[in-house]
């Protein structure tokens, strides 16, 4: 934790810049569909994850 809260892991953050769907198969997954997210979908995905790694550090 004191690791996290100093920022020394910030450079494994993920910047999710597509959304992508699997479905399952006969006997593994098969890529359906791929797409860059729109800017306010990226803005919307990313700062959800920032506000939940927050939560985590306020633990």
Known sequence: ????????????KT????AIMYNWGQ?????????LLTESERKEVNRQ???DMKLESDL
């Open 49 to 51: 994850l920032i506000n």
């Open 1 to 12: 934790m004191k690791i996290f809260k100093a920022g020394d892991l910030d450079k494994y």
């Open 27 to 35: 006997s593994d997954y098969i890529e359906r569909e791929k797409r």
């Open 15 to 18: 910047n999710y810049v597509y």
